[in-house]
């Protein structure tokens, strides 16, 4: 089974931090997504990645950059956090194959930020 | 565009009523469709997909069929029971992208 882990299940920061989200596959996936999901939003796309150091924009880009140096690893980076950033963090991966290859969910990150 | 609608929830039923969750989507080309779901604190599954027209996703009991002609794919199950309790997406994806166009969620709630 296709393994995809995040780095925290709960973290808690303070506004203007620098925060970093780490994801995790094992499945030597080639792409990779951040998600946010808020209450009656369902997920929206952050950002993501078809290769290593490649990205690119999703639907709510702004106050978040990425980082992809290696495979299996796509990082989530708070620039400097505020409070509307609060949140439940998603990361998922897909093989590359087509429109036909569901994503695979890490458990989520849920983000506070004070 | 691409869009994914579902029924607004909270859908609340009894254990082993029949339960119906309605998506229907928007999309350029021939889509995927998928139905994915998410139990209380963890991470999003997929439930079931199906890729081409008239297909039928199958897993746990649900099922979903790919009708183009109405552009739907609605989420069916016969008996439910507590443990279905969760937010179920419905989803699409669509060639030359990766990504997934998601609805809204669609909370369930079973009670005994």
């Known amino acids: 089974d296709v393994k995809v882990t995040q780095s925290s299940r709960y973290l808690v920061k303070r506004t203007g931090e620098k925060v970093f989200l780490e994801c995790v596959q094992d499945?030597?996936?080639?792409?990779m997504f951040w998600y946010r999901q808020d209450p009656g939003l369902g997920l929206r796309l952050i950002y993501f990645?078809?290769?290593?150091?490649?990205?690119e924009k999703g639907d709510i880009p702004e106050g978040y950059s990425v980082s992809r140096e290696k495979k299996e690893r796509f990082s989530l980076i708070l620039e400097s956090a505020s409070t509307n950033q609060t949140s439940m963090y998603l990361c998922a991966s897909t093989i590359y194959g087509g429109s036909n290859q569901p994503q695979h969910f890490g458990d989520g990150t849920r983000l506070s930020i004070l | 565009g691409n869009s994914v609608t579902q029924m607004e929830g909270p859908v609340t039923l009894s254990e082993e009523a029949f339960l119906t969750i309605n998506c229907t989507y928007t999309?350029?080309?021939?889509?995927?469709l998928f139905w994915y779901v998410q139990y209380p604190g963890e991470g999003l599954q997929l439930l079931l997909k199906?890729?081409?027209a008239d297909d039928k996703g199958s897993n746990k009991g649900f099922e979903a069929t790919y009708r183009k002609e109405t552009t739907s794919f609605h989420l069916e199950k016969g008996s439910v029971q507590v443990s279905d309790s969760a937010v179920y997406f419905c989803a699409l994806s669509v060639d030359s992208n990766y990504q997934l166009i998601w609805g809204a969620g669609t909370k369930l709630i079973i009670k005994p």
């Open positions: 990645s078809y290769d290593v150091k490649m990205k």
């Open positions: 499945m030597d996936h080639e792409n």
């Open positions: 999309a350029t080309g021939y889509p995927s």
């Open positions: 199906a890729t081409k």
